[in-house]
């Protein structure tokens, strides 16, 4: 086996706050992350460096990726440093043991960034991408709604924000946001949500920005990647698909007609 790994945990201090709905996540102050440098006997002299976040909702902590990624490592085997080479060390990971995606992430990153050193070409050149970076958003968490619009001004120069909810105040943040950022915005609650608090909570997404803040100049969509596709509007004329909100409201009947009934006990 050529692949040797030396991994490293990082306690990381925000600057901002960070909450989400369902976790702690270090009480919203700090994150756990672990970094990995991969070596290939193969190729002295050369590493690659990979991370990978483990979010103990899905059962993951640097006591399980330590445990698991001396098996991905054995299942990797002696890789091939090239684009199908990559493909196929992602498959002989996945076969070996299901999830532990935090651990798969580490790899796969320190990999990629391996073959591109080994090839010295940019991993985009390797892979057959081009050198342009795709379009991203930037990730604000649950806090106060000024507080909140106050992070979406200061990241106003990203294309797209994403907003975490599922807190006391969701609508206000999300109107607080709108009067200060006209691109679109994204909405996940991480859970925080119900079915019927969701169903409660979309419509009014749909309404203009508070009165007593400016409308956008450029009105962007809300978008709910939680939410089939749907996409929101918090700006003047409101728009959200006919066909979209005929096929949510479908869904809720039939959830809600399954909840209600008779058991056939």
């Known amino acids: 086996m050529s692949l040797e790994i030396s991994p490293e945990v990082l306690h990381l201090g925000l600057r901002d706050p960070f909450r989400i709905a369902r976790s702690d996540h270090g009480g919203g102050h700090e994150v756990t992350t672990v970094i990995i440098e991969i070596r290939d006997t193969r190729f002295p002299g050369t590493s690659g460096v990979g991370e990978g976040y483990p979010d103990r909702f899905y059962g993951e902590t640097p006591e399980t990726m330590s445990a698991v990624l001396p098996i991905l490592v054995e299942a990797i085997?002696?890789?091939?440093?090239?684009?199908?080479?990559?493909?196929?060390?992602?498959?002989?990971?996945?076969?070996?043991?299901?999830?532990?995606?935090?651990?798969?992430?580490?790899?796969?990153?320190?990999?990629?960034?391996?073959?591109?050193?080994?090839?010295?070409?940019?991993?985009?050149?390797?892979?057959?991408?081009?050198?342009?970076?795709?379009p991203t958003d930037f990730t604000i968490g649950i806090d106060e709604p000024d507080v909140v619009a106050e992070?979406?001004?200061r990241a106003s120069a990203f294309p797209a924000l994403k907003i975490k909810v599922g807190g006391r105040e969701d609508l206000a943040t999300l109107q607080a946001v709108r009067a200060v950022y006209g691109g679109p915005i994204r909405v996940d609650a991480n859970t925080g949500w119900t079915l019927d608090g969701a169903l409660d909570l979309l419509p009014e997404l749909e309404r203009p920005a508070s009165p007593a803040g400016p409308a956008p100049t450029t009105p962007g969509p809300l978008q709910c990647p939680d939410c089939r596709g749907r996409e929101l509007r918090l700006s003047r004329g409101p728009r959200w698909s006919g066909r979209d909100r005929r096929r949510g409201e479908r869904q809720a009947r039939e959830v809600r007609r399954h909840r209600t009934r008779p058991s056939d006990a």
Do not use: F, N, Y
Request: hydrophobic share 45%.
């Open 151 to 153: 992070r979406a001004r």
């Open 77 to 134: 085997g002696d890789w091939q440093p090239t684009r199908s080479g990559l493909v196929d060390a992602g498959a002989e990971m996945d076969r070996a043991i299901r999830g532990h995606g935090a651990a798969k992430c580490a790899l796969d990153i320190g990999l990629h960034d391996l073959a591109g050193k080994v090839a010295e070409v940019p991993v985009h050149e390797l892979l057959g991408l081009r050198a342009e970076l795709p």
